[in-house]
């Protein structure tokens, strides 16, 4: 970005990502979201996390959804700040160097980070001056945006402390499950698997959990540009054999849990994996992912991966909230997560 300098906090944000839009809730900016890619999906997995946090609501019903962004609804909006990469930005149609900069002269600034993810290949011309940051940097430079250091700080030391449990909790290399993420389609034609121990921000939950990657020499139908993510086949997630199956889609409403337990038990392959026949098939949320649903997201993920260890996961019943978690197998305290978010800890 260079350098942004800003006179006062911004009170209107644009945003198009999930991680962006969870870190301006994180700190206590919900309200000064005016924009973000599919606002009805986002409401509807957040607020299964946010249920377990007093005092935490959104509201993004009716928000324009911002990807593709249209130029004339930039102006419209007339954001003091769009939290969002302007190398993404850049490959949408109708966006170039040019259209970036007349924003950020007759708007706002750009100020964001996307390609971090996975630590995707910028394009062109910023791949001399491209930096990729963890979920944790981004958000501290989120916070230095809003003057909310110690919010930032706040969050960092309740992530720190669930990491020191999990890292005193782990077992040896050799006594820890194979796991591989994956979502279905709809239809059960396709099977999409992503690498758990990538370097990026998708994999800030499981990352850390060092539970061995089935899909880590897996090859696939690859998309993305450094085979980070695989188009696979039945056979080749037999082949793969996870003892854990951790799908995505069931807690942002696209997908029934119950279903696809039965759609991969029915199936004359996907029936042999380990997975399927001792019933460790379990809901993930999302890979993009900012510090509230990171800390969820770990603590849910230990808890399917190693649960002599952590306390077993109740299980993800459809369409409920994040399920309720006895206080004493919380990995992290949901009242001071609330408490930071709504500033009564302050």
């Keep these: ?139 501290g430079k ?10 930032y700080a706040a969050f960092v030391s309740v992530r720190d402390s669930m990491l020191q449990t999990i890292n005193a909790g782990l077992p040896s290399e050799s006594e820890r499950p194979s796991a591989a993420l994956v979502l279905l389609s709809t239809s059960g034609e396709k099977i999409w698997g992503y690498k758990m121990n990538h370097p990026g921000y998708y994999a800030a939950h499981t990352r850390p959990l060092g539970a ?56 004359e392959v996907t029936k042999e994996i380990t997975a399927v026949q001792e019933g460790r098939i379990y809901a993930q949320g999302a890979r993009r992912q900012g510090p509230i649903l990171n800390l969820f997201q770990t603590e849910m993920t230990a808890k399917q991966l190693y649960p002599n260890q952590f306390g077993e996961w109740p299980g993800y019943v459809d369409g409920d909230p994040y399920p309720e978690i006895p206080a004493e197998e919380q990995l992290f305290d949901r009242q001071r997560v609330a408490d930071i978010i709504t500033g009564a800890g302050q």
């Design 212 to 267: 061995t990657d089935a899909l880590a020499d897996a090859v696939g139908d690859g998309y993305g540009d450094d085979g980070r993510n695989i188009t696979l086949d039945t056979e080749l997630l037999l082949e793969a054999d996870p003892d854990v199956l951790l799908v995505l889609g069931p807690m942002a409403g696209s997908h029934n849990l119950d279903d696809i337990r039965s759609q991969l038990a029915d199936n």
């Design 1 to 139: 970005m260079g350098t942004v300098d800003f006179e006062s906090v911004p009170q209107s944000v644009f945003t198009i990502l999930g991680h962006h839009v969870d870190m301006l809730v994180a700190l206590g900016r919900e309200d000064a979201i005016n924009a973000m890619h599919a606002p009805e999906y986002h409401q509807s997995l957040y607020q299964k996390f946010l249920h377990r946090l007093e005092g935490v609501s959104i509201d993004w019903e009716g928000l324009y959804s911002s990807w593709p962004p249209s130029k004339e609804k930039l102006y419209e909006l007339d954001s003091d700040v769009h939290i969002a990469d302007p190398a993404k930005v850049a490959t949408a149609e109708g966006w170039d160097n040019n259209s970036l900069r007349e924003i950020e002269s007759n708007v706002g600034p750009w100020f964001g980070n996307t390609l971090s993810g996975t630590q995707q290949d910028p394009p062109s011309d910023w791949a001399d001056a491209y930096d990729y940051y963890t979920l944790w940097e981004i958000f």
């Design 142 to 151: 989120i916070a230095e945006v809003f003057r909310e250091r110690d919010r």
